[in-house]
């Protein structure tokens, strides 16, 4: 760990001479990137030297332990206990520090809700799922943008895709694919009885241009009338968009916007989202022969998390996390959540 320590700091203090290349300064693009590889490692060298400052204090108190004054020994001794115990949580930061990225951790997200089994509860879950995304993104000064949405006449969703802008988005975000089931008294039901729904949540990375280069022969466009709510104009322009995916059969729909054309920016971001992470699964796919994933099997189709309204209750089912706060949580208020995901990540990947 220590050589990989070493050299990190090594590309650090290179990265700072090339950034003070006054050559530099005028190719933007280059600029950009090295600025972003050295704010990454910034953290890591910052606690390097501090572990290294601390190894030297150690070896200064050691020496006084030979020291013929009592006192002095006294105060080493306490002085090391104090510095040993910092020197191992630097150790413990470190080697999560070190750990090989996801590349995907800092990109935005397309999250994807749709209702499964449920009918009209499991419409209106996925409106709540969406609420408490948009008010966790609020939280954390993200920006949310509706891309398409398939709204029931009782206020839900069938189907909801949205964008999530801003710092991290990905990293936070992405242990939330999967089965999402709710358990309580819809509003629909008269008896009193408690039913169980289902909502599905994908979170894809966007993917620029650059990642996902789509061939304008491969796909096919068709434009429509939009229908259901959304105001006067609706049904009186073509402007909605359905795209086509000719190799892989991927269809996108979006008639949210008045426009054509942003209907159809809209779509082609949310179809990159989708290349991207078929092309990823395809690479997990051949990884996963050699290496356990790390938190579940990623499949949308594993039901991840339970909440209970009639105990209050929200169950992770993958790290066995059980909290009674599901009115906060409901609200956006799921940062104890995330972090106890992340946390257990990491832990698996340092075995």
Not at 114 to 139: H, I, K, N, P, Q
């Amino acid at each position: 760990m220590l050589d990989k320590l070493a050299e990190v700091e090594k590309r650090y203090v290179e990265l700072e001479g090339m950034m003070l290349d006054p050559q530099l300064l005028h190719q933007q693009r280059e600029y950009s990137k090295f600025a972003k590889e050295r704010s990454e490692l910034e953290e890591i060298v910052a606690r390097y030297r501090e572990w290294r400052k601390i190894e030297r204090e150690i070896h200064d108190n050691r020496q006084l332990l030979e020291e013929s004054d009592e006192a002095i020994r006294e105060l080493a001794k306490e002085e090391l206990i104090s510095l040993r115990e910092r020197k191992e949580q630097l150790e413990n930061k470190l080697k999560v520090l070190i750990l090989p990225k996801d590349p995907n951790d800092a990109k935005n997200v397309i999250v994807e809700i749709r209702a499964g089994t449920g009918g009209d509860e499991a419409a209106l879950f996925a409106a709540e799922l969406f609420r408490m995304y948009s008010r966790y993104a609020e939280s954390r000064g993200w920006r949310v943008e509706m891309m398409s949405s398939s709204p029931t006449g009782l206020g839900g969703y069938k189907e909801i895709i949205a964008s999530i802008e801003g710092q991290g988005a990905y990293s936070r975000l992405k242990f939330e694919g999967g089965v999402h089931r709710v358990q309580r008294v819809p509003v629909t039901e008269g008896s009193g009885r408690i039913h169980t729904s289902a909502v599905t949540v994908a979170v894809l990375a966007e993917a620029d241009e650059v990642e996902v280069a789509i061939d304008p022969k491969e796909i096919r466009i068709d434009v429509f009338r939009s229908s259901g709510p959304g105001g006067q104009s609706v049904n009186t322009t073509d402007s909605a968009v359905r795209i086509t995916h000719i190799p892989t059969g991927i269809v996108i729909s979006c008639q949210d916007e008045k426009s054509q054309h942003k209907n159809r920016a809209k779509g082609m971001k949310i179809l990159r989202a989708r290349l991207l992470e078929k092309k990823q699964d395809e690479q997990q796919s051949e990884i996963a022969a050699t290496r356990k994933l790390m938190v579940g099997s990623g499949d949308r189709s594993e039901r991840i998390r339970t909440y209970n309204f009639p105990q209050g209750r929200l169950t992770d089912h993958r790290i066995n996390l059980t909290i009674y706060q599901l009115e906060k949580i409901m609200e956006g208020v799921i940062d104890e959540v995330v972090e106890a995901l992340i946390t257990h990540y990491q832990a698996e990947a340092l075995k």
